[in-house]
């Protein structure tokens, strides 16, 4: 990860995510981009002010060194922040949500829904209850990486869940699959869980579970709330149709989850 961006609005959810960018970006030596866009055309000047004092709030959390620079942007938000991606050219993209508890829904029209539906960088969802702490100790090192083991487009689409495990104190990733009852696993999918189960091997120690489930969200929330202990971040990999876990799986699971979220792009999205 050579740039992360962070998108905020200055809400507590922002805020809060702005310190995972922060720790992600320390940690990977990265460049943070902190972007707040506005879409009335006014408050330019109290949205500077705002990214200034976050700027320097930030490097006294952590250090002077922190790589870290921020502008306000006019504009529809996913137009606009589609030219942002364009001239800044990020590795990941930061956003905070209010989140969930349990399978509490929140607004499906959020901002944070609208650009993991949107855009084609890796979107990283950090519901408001979420800390990075968590990632530090061994009760939350645990990574799901759920998925419907449909062959990749894109061998390269989960190298950067992997970068992000290696910033988590002992992480463990376990490669999660949902299928219905009474149904077996195709050769090709075990050869695609086998895959991605290497993609993690040496450095980091991974497993793999089944669920049996008709619905593939109730499924991962019933392992999340019911069998995952440990669990600190959920990845899910967004695909453009065709397959088990679509664009709109994820966008639900961005409205249902209480923990930090990563959705993956296999290939590029309309």
Do not use: W
């Not at 500077?48 to 700027?55: A, R």
């Not at 959390?61 to 529809?76: P, T, V």
């Not at 702490?133 to 990749?152: H, P, Q, S, Y």
């Amino acid at each position: 990860m050579k740039t992360l961006l962070a998108l905020v609005d200055f809400s507590d959810a922002a805020i809060n995510a702005l310190s995972f960018a922060a720790e992600l970006s320390k940690r990977a030596s990265a460049r943070l981009v902190i972007v707040n866009v506005l879409q009335n055309g006014s408050g330019e000047e109290e949205a500077k002010n705002k990214l200034k004092s976050i700027e320097l709030d930030l490097k006294k959390s952590f250090g002077s060194d922190l790589k870290c620079e921020s502008f306000a942007a006019h504009g529809n938000l996913i137009p606009t922040l589609k030219k942002i991606i364009a001239v800044q050219q990020p590795d990941l993209i930061i956003m905070g949500t209010k989140g969930a508890s349990g399978l509490k829904k929140v607004l499906i029209g959020s901002n944070t829904v609208k650009v993991i539906s949107k855009t084609k960088v890796p979107v990283f969802v950090i519901p408001e209850v979420a800390r990075f702490d968590n990632f530090l100790n061994k009760g939350r090192n645990r990574i799901v990486l759920a998925t419907d083991l449909d062959a990749l487009e894109n061998e390269n689409a989960v190298d950067i869940l992997k970068e992000i495990a290696l910033l988590i104190i002992e992480p463990k990733v376990r490669v999660l699959s949902v299928r219905p009852e009474n149904t077996g696993l195709h050769d090709i999918k075990r050869a695609q869980r086998n895959f991605l189960l290497s993609i993690f091997d040496p450095e980091i120690e991974s497993d793999r579970v089944t669920i049996f489930d008709n619905n593939v969200i109730s499924g991962i929330n019933f392992y999340l709330n019911e069998k995952s202990t440990d669990a600190g971040l959920i990845a899910m990999i967004a695909r453009d149709s065709g397959s088990l876990i679509q664009k709109h799986y994820t966008r639900e699971m961005a409205s249902h989850t209480h923990l930090p979220l990563l959705v993956l792009y296999d290939a590029f999205l309309s």
